[in-house]
């Protein structure tokens, strides 16, 4: 399927509308998506920034819109953050949705752990790995979830299997030591 703006390159951003029941799809290339910038036309100005900014700025304690003087204070706190590489305060962050440089995840990083559980469940990546670079990734989530089992099973207190575990962790450390 071509792009419906230029109708030269393969349509690769594919967007559905439905308002009323009315179903409209919209079939556009990279390219022209990147000359239209962050808002894509028909969509009534929405970009993925609005919907980033819309994101930041839910409650992480579930209590909707009535804010305690508490957590009105926190939301303040955090308002105030800046990051002392480039200067991005966390309300400049939540208004564009772009962090300043590579630092500002580190200032920012406590107020976007919650973010990042509502909107993928975790914070940790547990998607699926290259062959070819997972190698050593592989190993080492293996690894993580042999020390899990094996915490379970000193807290049932099945120590046999414990045992059996702890000998794998061990082989298996030395595997990613020496590769």
Known sequence: MNCEECGKRPATLH?????????????ICEHCAKEKGDVISGFNNFSIHNLLSGLLNFDPMGKGNGQSSSSAQTTAQAKQLRCETCGLTYAQFSKSGRF????????????LDPLFRRIHGNTNHIGKVPERTGGQIK??????????????????????KAAEIRDRIRALEQRIAQS
């Open 15 to 27: 967007l559905t509308k439905i308002i009323n029941g009315e179903k409209t799809e919209y079939h």
């Open 100 to 111: 300043g440089c590579s630092d500002c995840y580190q200032y920012f990083g406590e107020r």
């Open 139 to 160: 190993l080492r989530k293996e690894l993580e979830q042999l020390k899990t089992a094996l915490q379970k099973h000193v807290s049932t207190e099945e120590f046999e």
